[in-house]
T-cell receptor
């Protein structure tokens, strides 16, 4: 139980284009979803927290107009990287939590999406 | 500002050895501490979660300890196996912080050789 999927698993795009990454909770309703970014040999860094039906809360230094987050349903959150640049190339990981999945202090992580911007 | 450090950055051991991974954090006012496993190009799997009031947690061959006052945690892996090869991440949640605010270390990359 408590499975989180991400799509796509990897994507290559040209600079200036937009990329959408999906995060789905497959067997539970995720009231809260989180988006992280991991650069090579660096720590995972929280980018934003989204609650279903509400606007996402972004961490300091994360541009909300560049990284658009939508959490329109209890099983789906999307991250859109707008006008992507090579410096946005990273590993993006989502996680989800909910009382229905277990304790609220447990986050269930997706497998991640490798974004490469040329 | 909370900072999490993991030592060593990489570790290679022969199969069957017992090993210890270290994690330290600068602010002892934590809500909990978690150890995760990350396989190459994959997401994270939670291994153990220790609440701030606890001293240790055990799951199978894994034992995690927490000394909040000194800002340290260790992950002990007994009788290591090649399948244990992965990157191990330590993360803390600050007391009073939001649930999502896991602060991660950079990880220890473990290689267990047959």
């Amino acid at each position: 139980g408590a499975v989180v999927s991400q799509h796509p698993s990897w994507v290559i795009c040209k600079s200036g284009t937009s990329v959408k990454i999906e995060c789905r909770s497959l067997d539970f309703q995720a009231t809260t979803m989180f988006w992280y970014r991991q650069f090579p040999k660096q720590s995972l860094m929280l980018m934003a927290t989204s609650n279903e039906g509400s606007k996402a809360t972004y961490e300091q230094g994360v541009e909300k107009d560049k990284f658009l987050i939508n959490h329109a349903s209890l099983t789906l959150s999307t991250l859109t990287v707008t006008s992507a640049h090579p410096e946005d190339s990273s590993f993006y990981i989502c996680s989800a939590s909910s009382w229905s999945a277990g304790r609220t202090d447990t986050q269930y992580f997706g497998p991640g999406t490798r974004l490469t911007v040329l | 500002k909370q900072e999490v450090t993991q030592i060593p950055a990489a570790l290679s051991v022969p199969e069957g050895e017992n090993l210890v991974l270290n994690c330290s954090f600068t602010d002892s006012a934590i809500y909990n501490l978690q150890w995760f496993r990350q396989d190459p190009g994959k997401g994270l799997t939670s291994l153990l979660l220790i609440q701030s009031s606890q001293r240790e947690q055990t799951s199978g061959r894994l034992n995690a300890s927490l000394d909040k006052s000194s800002g340290r945690s260790t992950l002990y892996i007994a009788a290591s196996q090649p399948g244990d090869s992965a990157t191990y991440l330590c993360a803390v949640t600050n007391y009073g912080g939001s649930q999502g605010n896991l602060i991660f270390g950079k990880g220890t990359k473990l290689s267990v050789k047959p």
